[in-house]
């Protein structure tokens, strides 16, 4: 169990830092965070009040295409995670500019892709509660046989089209993480997977 605590929180600090970076380097917004900003402009409400609506609409998905319960608890990683990402932009990186440089704007919003991807490929292998947007990346990768790659991307580009409807903050960077974000998700996650089965082979044969 105290394994699997670590993995958890190490995956998910280490999302909340990709996202981070990938917002403090102004190259454009994740595209459900487009989305939100889209609706907030629109509607009223906060950005937040439809980052947590658009999670609770991810949940609901999730829940017709599994049939299962009504998953509640996937609002804990939100909570974590939320409490890593003001650590990180309200206090770690507070004073960096990342917008002085197109370079090390590009250069921040890479690493924080990668970063954000190799982190949900880590916490996901925990065996704890999936953010809902992640949960639905699982559930249409189950119900259709998707690659988690392919399913995220749906999810991803998506997100782009009703941000652009919406006239969200939709920009490159908006684009390359709904193409590459599954990819590395996919990548890092059957690492993760190999790494952990590994260990967990030669703990049997030491015993």
Do not use: C
Not at 155 to 161: K, L, Q, R, S
Not at 168 to 175: A, D, L, Q
């Amino acid at each position: 169990m105290g394994r699997r605590i670590v993995i958890y929180l190490t995956g998910l600090a280490t999302t909340a830092l990709g996202i981070a970076l990938i917002i403090l380097s102004f190259v454009g917004a994740g595209p459900w965070d487009a989305v939100a900003t889209g609706l907030a402009n629109h509607l009223g409400l906060t950005i937040g009040t439809w980052s947590i609506i658009s999670q609770i609409a991810f949940t609901l998905i999730t829940w017709l295409l599994e049939k299962t319960r009504f998953r509640i608890e996937s609002m804990i990683p939100i909570a974590i995670r939320s409490f890593f990402l003001d650590i990180w932009i309200y206090v770690v990186l507070a004073n960096v500019d990342f917008s002085f440089s197109w370079v090390f704007q590009w250069s921040a919003f890479t690493m924080g892709l990668i970063l954000a991807g190799v982190g949900m490929g880590i916490y996901m292998e925990a065996r704890f509660p999936k953010t809902p947007i992640d949960g639905l990346m699982v559930a249409l990768s189950q119900k259709w046989n998707w690659s988690l790659n392919k399913s995220r991307m749906s999810i991803e580009i998506t997100g782009v089209i009703l941000g652009f409807l919406l006239s969200g903050p939709v920009g490159f960077g908006t684009i390359v993480t709904a193409l590459f974000l599954g990819r590395i998700i996919q990548f890092s996650n059957a690492k993760v997977k190999k790494l952990l089965s590994t260990q967990t082979d030669t703990v049997e044969i030491q015993a």
